[in-house]
């Protein structure tokens, strides 16, 4: 645990040469790599969100599940950026599912004179991906009420409700093992057609794309019936509401909400994995901070071992410390060694480790 009280020291105060005899030859570098985090990223994407939507997805049951795709026509738009806004401002994946899910049951005062039965949709989710061409298009999972022919979407209904392309269809899901690979090669690749990696790859125009997100997924929400209600006597929304809001209104005086930094997906991507976040040990100090080079420059030519949920464990010199310090960025932290969670054990000379209050070893 940090200690609150240890004062954050300035790196290259153990550096110099008067004090360098007090640092010890060997130290130990515990490095991750700092990663956007963002699901366009093509590594990130498998941390979290990959794993997330696989989840999402195999709750499905497959004799109930419907794939719908939907694509955009080029010649109805100037450009794709165009067409998504358009998509997003009208929201038009969620008006066509609202239109499935009530049918139409007239024709009085509508166009065309095809009639559909309700379809009762209990969940849906929608993956929004790219074409070769750099126009989006969209996966949309059904899971409705009725499996087999009952629960059919048909192709007639969804060109009545979708007007901005006509290639859009409905792909059955034909067997447990058609579902199961589906949702392998989905969890495997992070898209949903094989060989086609150029889906989920950000056409150049959306690398500079600032006037919204792109969001890659999005469903039905909870039920809200399952929404747990509060007892009779609690504190409910009527016996609190007026000091919530005295009380909201006065940190938002207090706290001013800080300016947002838009940035586009180009530089969030392009920035992905070229700083470093460093602990180094030593036998008196420890260390963290941010450094402005590539995870690949800080491993080089050293070896180390990787410890999952910890990072690359390299152990160094003192050279090592001093290259670092000229690529410092965020100084987060230098302390005693004693100060931390950390302890140098010198119990056996010729195999000196940093054990750790959690149990860690290295050495």
């Known amino acids: 645990m940090r200690n609150p009280v240890a004062e954050i020291a300035p790196l290259s105060s153990i550096l110099y040469e008067e004090k360098r005899q007090r640092v010890p030859e060997r130290i130990l570098q515990i490095v991750r790599k700092c990663k956007c985090g963002s699901p366009q990223c093509p590594q990130c994407q498998f941390i979290s969100w ?19 795709v939907l694509t955009i026509n080029p010649s109805l738009f100037n ?7 358009y998509v997003k401002e009208h929201k038009s994946i969620s008006n066509f599912i609202r239109d499935i899910q009530r049918g139409r049951t007239s024709t009085r005062g509508s166009i065309g004179r095809d009639l559909f039965n309700p379809i009762t949709i209990l969940k849906w989710r929608v993956h929004q991906e790219f074409t070769r061409n750099g126009w989006p298009h969209w996966h949309i999972l059904l899971e409705v009420q009725e499996a087999g022919k009952a629960g059919m979407i048909g192709e007639k209904r969804i060109h009545h409700y979708w007007k901005l392309s006509t290639w859009c269809y409905e792909q059955p899901i034909k067997s447990a093992y058609h579902w199961q690979r589906k949702v392998g090669d989905f969890q495997k690749l992070g898209y949903w057609l094989q060989d086609k990696q150029y889906q989920t790859e950000l056409p150049s125009w959306a690398r500079e794309y600032k006037s919204r997100t792109i969001r890659r997924a999005g469903g039905s929400k909870l039920n809200k019936q399952a929404i747990t209600q509060a007892e009779p006597g609690g504190y409910n929304e009527g016996t609190i509401s007026l000091e919530v ?9 207090l706290y001013p909400k800080p300016i947002a930094i838009i940035r586009t997906y180009g530089e969030i991507l392009d920035g992905c994995g070229q700083k470093v976040w460093v ?5 008196k100090v420890l260390i963290e ?5 590539p995870y690949c420059d800080l491993r080089g030519d050293k070896s180390g071992t990787y410890h999952g949920k910890v990072g690359y464990v390299i152990p160094g010199d003192i050279w090592d410390l001093k290259r670092l310090n000229e690529k410092i960025d965020i100084n987060l932290r230098v302390i005693s060694l004693q100060d931390s969670d950390w302890k140098y054990d010198r119990t056996d000379p010729a195999h000196n480790k940093w054990v750790s209050t959690r149990g860690e070893t290295y050495g």
């Open 50 to 68: 990959v794993p997330k939507e696989t989840e999402i997805i195999k709750s499905y049951r497959w004799p109930f599940t419907r794939e719908i």
């Open 79 to 85: 450009s794709p950026q165009e067409a998504l806004d």
């Open 245 to 253: 809001a005295l009380m909201v209104e006065i940190l938002q005086y």
């Open 279 to 283: 602990r180094i040990l030593t036998e």
């Open 289 to 293: 901070g941010i450094f402005d080079m």
